[in-house]
T-cell receptor, first 115, second 111 residues
Framework: EAGVAQSPRYKIIEKRQSVAFWCNPISGHATLYWYQQILGQGPKLLIQFQNNGVVDDSQLPKDRFSAERLKGVDSTLKIQPAKLEDSAVYLC?????????????FGPGTRLTVT | QKEVEQDPGPLSVPEGAIVSLNCTYSNSAFQYFMWYRQYSRKGPELLMYTYSSGNKEDGRFTAQVDKSSKYISLFIRDSQPSDSATYLCAMMIQGAQKLVFGQGTRLTINP
């Protein structure tokens, strides 16, 4: 079984530029999560999708961050414009209803550096 | 006050030692308790989970939950250099939608 795929793995941009990250969850997983992990901290949930609907986006900075999951499979997370404090690893995770939401499978992450 | 507190370490122990990792939490509604392991430049992977209070053992790993003290632990016996990683505790309210992670403890096992 293939794992959660993310691209790019690394991205360096200047502040005020825009950036987009892509995630392909494990086949058949209906729930998809985007997390932000700042260096030295645990992951923080940004947004959760159930199929292509948003379940929780309470911690997503909506003035600059947006996410979509078209057709209930792949997802993209966008930042526009980026700030220095957005430097972090952006993790995508997926899970199935049958396995329970506590069992989330994570991708390798995209490491974003904003200069 | 953070919902989940975890000592970030770093923690360095010799190979073969018993390792104890801990988290405390403030939200009494948490019912699911997880430990994730994260190797450098990788995503977290689920190591163990426990529902409500009690102990759970899996090979060299033992997870304990004490809800009365709002305290969870992960013990690693006969530690190996391959156990060197960051260990994240995570918690969830039953029926809720999201995991709340601790800060993570960076562990190094020295050969």
């Amino acid at each position: 079984e293939a794992g959660v795929a993310q691209s790019p793995r690394y991205k360096i941009i200047e502040k005020r530029q825009s950036v987009a990250f892509w995630c392909n969850p494990i086949s058949g997983h209906a729930t998809l999560y985007w997390y932000q992990q700042i260096l030295g901290q645990g992951p923080k949930l940004l947004i959760q999708f159930q199929n292509n609907g948003v379940v929780d986006d309470s911690q997503l900075p909506k003035d600059r961050f947006s996410a979509e999951r078209l057709k209930g499979v792949d997802s993209t997370l966008k930042i526009q414009p980026a700030k220095l404090e957005d430097s972090a690893v952006y993790l995508c995770a997926s899970s199935t209803r049958t396995s329970g939401r506590y069992e989330q499978y994570f991708g390798p992450g995209t490491r974003l550096t904003v200069t | 006050q953070k919902e989940v507190e975890q000592d970030p370490g770093p923690l360095s122990v010799p190979e073969g030692a018993i390792v104890s990792l801990n988290c405390t939490y403030s939200n009494s509604a948490f019912q699911y308790f997880m430990w994730y392991r994260q190797y450098s430049r990788k995503g977290p992977e689920l190591l163990m989970y426990t529902y409500s209070s009690g102990n759970k053992e899996d090979g060299r790993f033992t997870a304990q939950v004490d809800k009365s003290s709002k305290y969870i632990s992960l013990f690693i016996r006969d530690s190996q250099p391959s156990d060197s990683a960051t260990y994240l505790c995570a918690m969830m309210i039953q029926g809720a939608q999201k995991l709340v992670f601790g800060q993570g403890t960076r562990l190094t096992i020295n050969p």
